[in-house]
């Protein structure tokens, strides 16, 4: 049985989610999925290093590695056939949650125990500020 996939966290939603070349009415169409279009950014406009940008999405850097290639793949073939590039879907959530501790009040970023840095208790609750606790296909 295959493993779930893990979500990929991304800081960035593209403005524009789709791109038609001109002239192109009935072309095929490439779905470029948020993760991929994220590792782009990072890796090739904000030009950070692999392992940067594999710890900002929290996946290893293999991982990052296979999320950036199948983008730049699909880009090469939408610019070098003319197809269209949509960008939606796929495994990701925006940000952080900001999770607060029950017993001393302390707020920190949910970490994977949810175990409070201050205190060392694990009674915690999300603080669901806007931007945050997003998760998309079943993260």
């Not at 960035?12 to 490439?30: A, Q, S």
Request: charged content about 30%; proline content about 2%.
């Amino acid at each position: 049985m295959a493993r779930q996939i893990k979500c990929r966290k991304i800081e960035f939603l593209p403005i524009v989610k789709y791109f038609l070349p001109d002239g192109n009415k009935n072309r095929e169409e490439i779905l470029l999925k948020v993760e991929e279009f994220e590792a782009i950014r990072l890796k090739d406009l904000l030009d950070l290093d692999q392992e940067e940008c594999a710890k900002k999405m929290e996946v290893s850097r293999q991982t990052f590695q296979n999320i950036l290639d199948s983008a730049r793949k699909k880009i090469a073939q939408a610019f070098v056939f003319g197809y269209s590039i949509k960008i939606e879907g796929g495994f990701y959530n925006i940000g952080s949650c900001l999770v607060r501790c029950k017993e001393c009040g302390f707020e920190f970023e949910k970490n994977n125990d949810n175990v409070c840095p201050n205190c060392g208790s694990n009674k915690t609750e999300c603080v669901k500020i806007t931007g945050s606790c997003h998760k998309y296909n079943d993260c």
